[in-house]
């Protein structure tokens, strides 16, 4: 029993290695080094690295041991001289050790070489070890390379660093180099247990496998870790003991958490984290066992039976399996990234334990990230059933919430003068050949316009003050038994109110405008204009401002089509040459003619007159129509008649057979919504293939 005052060496010191067997982890290094000493083919100079703990330094003492003890035998030194004493007290005058963080100048070099020639002055060999050799500045290796080159014959360096990395090459190819390898936590807890045995301690099997995973390789940070663990105990250390000494939760407890993660159950996560903290454990310490944690159950699902956990006890290796399979890799993946961006932001919080709940929830609320994978690939998961009663409760929520959404964002279609007096209207008559597929687009139609659509469709009103549709003008259905009369409408100036249309005794049949769809196109040289339309009008805004600024589009090769670009058309080649943008022309060519062709562009030099209407009207010497370039379509005199029918003054009969103020439907449309008339419009016109071809 020691008295109080007395000196306490610490473990790692008092079974410090004394032999090259007694280095753990190390076998390769003693191997070489006393079949060296063996055959006397020991090197002028020695470079050991590796990580902290590992024997680096004292391996460099038992080599000098070897060298100088005068009992040595095959490289293995007795330890009972005074020679091999003093050298592993650190006291011998032979044999120094200097320390190359507070001796790094070149000054401490220079002395050095002074008293390297001075021959030792009772053992063989006059050894150098300098530890953390990496901190000598520039200078001082440069001033030590020429005496580390060409020693005396009686001098040996011996050189230990943690970064070898920063080493200069000069200096590590004069060296023969030795790497330090990490201790396996089986040796570091053989070696505990021996210890703990000499000590007097009875240490669970638990417990030392925790200090072994702790310490991480290193058997120096084992042995103080185990020092400390002995005088917090009173005889029998426990895994209870350590965990509430080094603050970190104990395996059931990891278990019990990530079992709460993996049902996605987060209010049992929080009461579990909750019950840590209030039993001692750190959230930072808690944090990096959950991340080692996520590794292990990367491991395993990964398939390394062999690779030993770093978080709980092998022990539990079946129930991870499980965890890790009903996660899935994915979800692992992303948990790990979670927590790990989480413990960056532990070290700039003061709100640790807030950081540490809310990844641990966040992961717990990670979906199968199986089934974005399969939408992405096209694999569409399968969903749950539910049941009867579920699914028409989700059926009539989901009816409510368009109704609600359609009542707040869509245009009120309003009934007809007979239905909003009560009277039921006739069933709509659908017209096998209403709307023609094959109408092109016309870029000068007006908005509300569409191909293909007729007189049974509403086209709505462009008004800021009222959303009301009523049935177009002038316009008639395709198989109609009379013509109606032409119908005005009148813009109300109203607050935004939703309407309350009256239930017809049958449901009334409204035919949306179907928007336009482009027909299948047979490539030929003829129609290469009509696809260059097409494009224009589904390529997106930027790219068709490009084709806009071209002058047309021609057949190549089978394989290719090129845009005729103007030299002086900057834009557009700018906006074409862009890879992406012609990725989006030529998946549009294969939807349209279903042939995949590349596309290129061609540079010409367009004369103004052979520009179309529409670029060259802007001119003034463009007064008459002139020959199409290649690849558009033929210019038509439709939009000049259509903007001289627009410049005339509205026509006096339309406007004056309804009175707005007397036409029963306006009048109640006005006293539901306390509406008065600001203004009285002509409703746009619906352009139909019957009605083109008459004008044609």
Do not use: W
Not at 160 to 166: A, D, G, L, R
Not at 390 to 407: I, P
Not at 446 to 456: C, F, H, I, L, Y
Request: proline share 8%; charged share 20%; aromatic share 4%.
């Amino acid at each position: 029993m020691t008295t109080a005052g007395s000196h306490y060496t610490v473990l790692a010191r008092r079974f410090r290695p004394q032999a090259f067997d007694d280095v753990v982890g190390q076998e390769h290094v003693a191997r070489a080094l006393q079949n060296a000493i063996r055959a006397g083919r020991v090197a002028h100079a020695y470079m050991f690295t590796g990580a902290r703990g590992v024997g680096k330094t004292s391996t460099a003492r038992i080599l000098a041991k070897a060298l100088n003890c005068p009992n040595a035998v095959d490289g293995v030194p007795c330890n009972q001289c005074e020679i091999c004493q003093g050298i592993s007290s650190g006291n011998d005058v032979d044999v120094l050790e200097i320390d190359g963080a507070s001796n790094r100048g070149i000054d401490d070099i220079r002395s050095l070489r002074a008293n390297v020639g001075v021959r030792s002055m009772r053992t063989q060999f006059k050894v150098y070890i300098i530890d953390e050799v990496h901190m000598l500045t520039k200078e001082a290796f440069n001033a030590l390379l020429k005496t580390l080159e060409e020693p005396p014959p009686n001098v040996k360096f011996v050189f230990c660093t943690t970064e070898p990395n920063k080493v200069p090459d000069t200096i590590l190819s004069r060296c023969q180099r030795f790497d330090f390898s990490s201790i396996a936590d089986q040796s570091i807890a053989d070696r505990l247990r021996e210890i703990a045995k000499i000590e007097g301690f009875e240490v669970t099997e638990d417990a030392l496998e925790l200090v072994a995973r702790r310490a991480r390789g290193s058997m120096r940070d084992s042995q103080s870790l185990f020092d400390q663990l002995l005088a917090f105990s009173s005889g029998t250390v426990s895994a209870d003991d350590v965990h509430r000494m080094l603050g970190t939760a104990g395996d059931d407890r990891l278990i019990d958490l990530f079992t709460a993660i993996v049902e996605h159950r987060p209010g049992e996560v929080l009461t579990i984290l909750d019950g840590a903290f209030g039993g001692g454990v750190q959230p930072g310490e808690l944090m990096d066992q959950c991340i080692g944690y996520v590794r292990d159950l990367m491991v395993i699902v990964s398939g390394g039976t062999s690779v030993p956990l770093c978080s709980v006890a092998a022990r539990f290796r079946d129930t991870l399996q499980n965890q890790g399979v009903r996660l899935g890799m994915p979800g692992i993946m992303a948990a790990f990234q979670v927590l790990s961006d989480a413990r960056s932001q532990m070290f700039r919080s003061t709100f640790a334990r807030t950081v540490l709940e809310m990844a641990m929830v966040q992961v717990s609320l990670l979906e199968n990230l199986s089934a974005l994978a399969d939408l992405l690939s096209g694999r569409l998961p399968s969903l749950p059933e539910l049941p009867a009663a579920s699914a028409a409760s989700v059926a009539t929520a989901g009816e409510k919430k368009n109704s609600d959404v359609a009542s707040r964002s869509t245009p009120l279609i309003a009934p007809s003068p007979a239905a909003a007096m009560g009277i039921a209207p006739p069933p709509v008559v659908e017209s096998e050949d209403e709307g023609d597929a094959s109408e092109p687009y016309d870029d000068d139609s007006e908005v509300g316009d569409s191909p293909g659509s007729s007189a049974s469709e509403i086209a709505p009103v462009r008004s800021e003050n009222a959303s009301v549709s009523v049935p177009a003008a002038n316009s008639q259905p395709a198989h109609a038994p009379t013509p109606q009369p032409p119908v005005v409408t009148a813009a109300v100036e109203t607050t935004p109110v939703a309407a309350v249309a009256p239930a017809p005794p049958q449901p009334v049949m409204i035919a949306a405008a179907e928007p336009a769809v482009a027909p299948q196109i047979v490539l030929t040289e003829e129609t290469c204009g009509q696809l260059f339309h097409e494009l224009i009008r589904c390529v997106g805004l930027t790219i068709a401002a490009g084709l806009k600024k071209a002058t047309g589009l021609v057949l190549a090769s089978s394989s290719r089509l090129e845009i005729l670009v103007d030299s002086t058309a900057d834009f557009a080649k700018k906006v074409l040459d862009v890879p992406e943008n012609r990725a989006r022309i030529e998946s549009e060519v294969l939807r349209l003619t279903g042939r995949t062709m590349a596309i290129g562009m061609r540079p010409v030099t367009v004369d103004p007159k052979d520009l179309p209407v529409s670029a060259a009207s802007s001119s003034p010497k463009a007064a008459a129509p002139s020959k199409p370039a290649p690849g558009r379509p033929a210019p038509s005199s439709k939009p000049a008649e259509k903007s001289a029918h627009a410049s005339e003054p509205p026509q006096a009969n339309l406007l004056g057979e309804i009175d707005p103020s007397r036409d029963p439907f306006i009048r109640r449309v006005m006293e539901a919504f306390g509406a008065s008339v600001v203004r009285v419009t002509i409703a746009p016109s619906v352009r139909t293939a019957d009605a083109e071809q008459a004008a044609e």
